[in-house]
């Protein structure tokens, strides 16, 4: 995999920027929330085309980008689990083949500074290949994907009225990806109308929820994003050998284990839980912070004595979890295959 990012990088290189071309159709028109932080991604928004995000989201439903056109990117990307691939604890690939991780949900993607739940990749354009060319998932190559589309009258029709050439190459299916995806911004949930002054958006209990969860977890989980964005060993395991997490990108002892923090917007939708998807509600992860945490060696210093939690309070603490849930961005028809 590294060999393969490393060979994207030069393409670029080597092809010269990806937004040079000349466009033919009107900008996207992407607007980012008030109340949201700056965005994370050097991407510039003013380039991002109705055409290219028209194009990202025809390959996010096809399954063509897969070995066998059984698989595609939304298979474990579903929009109503803030696509995220939900009641599945691993993703499902071509001939039945299961992955070792759990969906991510793909949400406020902007904002995030690395991506996957080991951080490996650090630009939208190379989140596709990793899927694409993993073989238990769609067991593909980026350079097969150029030739299918290359070869398919509609694709190729739409990709040159969206670029103003006449083939389809690497950068421009890259492109299309990262500018579907950079419009998967979830922002409307009860949370958000409550932080934009609606002070009846929330129950006297979800904002009794609210302050728990800022103390009982607000640390990781942290800002209007909920997450620090950090790498953690959370107790899954005693001996960190069955998934090295963050380990297997900076080769570093004290990473074992470590895996990303996740955004907890729209987490009521999205289970199972952690990055092997072995927790599957809500209560069964504060359990394991109240209860389930196992010592290792590189388990988090905010971990070791567990969160303490009773009842009441965890219940709490999940109803205003449920208040992340944003039914606009699970229901919004742009984001639906056409």
């Not at 059984?70 to 689990?81: F, G, K, P, W, Y």
Request: glycine share 6%; net charge negative.
């Amino acid at each position: 995999m590294k060999f393969t990012l490393i060979f994207f990088a030069i393409l670029l290189i080597v092809s010269g920027s990806m937004y040079s071309c000349q466009k033919s159709d009107e900008r996207a028109g992407i607007e980012l929330p008030a109340h949201f932080p700056p965005i994370r991604q050097p991407i510039d928004l003013s380039e991002i085309t109705s055409n290219k995000v028209r194009l990202g989201k025809m390959l996010f439903f096809d399954p063509i980008l897969s070995l066998d056109s059984t698989i595609a990117c939304a298979s474990c990307h579903q929009q109503e689990a803030a696509f995220s691939h939900i009641d599945h604890d691993v993703s499902h690939g071509i001939f039945d083949r299961l992955g070792s991780r759990n969906a991510p949900a793909l949400q406020n993607l902007l904002w995030e500074k690395e991506f996957f739940w080991d951080g490996g990749v650090h630009h939208m354009d190379f989140i596709s290949p990793n899927p694409i060319e993993n073989e238990v998932e769609m067991g593909e190559t980026i350079q097969s994907i150029v030739r299918k589309l290359n070869r398919h009258p509609r694709y190729k029709s739409l990709f040159s009225e969206a670029f103003q050439r006449d083939s389809i190459d690497v950068n421009q299916i890259l492109e299309v990806f990262t500018a579907f995806q950079a419009t998967l911004i979830s922002s409307n949930s009860p949370f958000d109308d409550y932080l934009r002054g609606n002070t009846s958006a929330l129950s006297e209990s979800e904002i009794q929820g609210y302050a728990l969860f800022q103390s009982k977890c607000g640390t990781c989980h942290s800002g209007v994003l909920f997450t620090d964005n950090s790498y953690r060993n959370n107790g899954l395991t005693l001996d960190n050998t069955s998934d090295v997490g963050r380990y297997g990108i900076t080769l570093k002892p004290e990473d074992k284990g470590k895996f990303k923090v996740p955004s907890l917007r729209n987490v009521a939708v999205s289970q199972p839980y952690m990055h092997h998807g072995r927790l599957s509600s809500l209560s069964a992860v504060l359990e394991h912070y109240q209860r389930g945490i196992k010592p290792n060696p590189s388990l988090d210093n905010l971990l070791v004595d567990k969160i303490s939690m009773t009842d009441k309070e965890k219940e709490l603490i999940i109803s205003f979890l449920h208040t992340l849930t944003d039914q606009k961005f699970l229901k919004n028809p742009a984001f639906k295959p056409e």
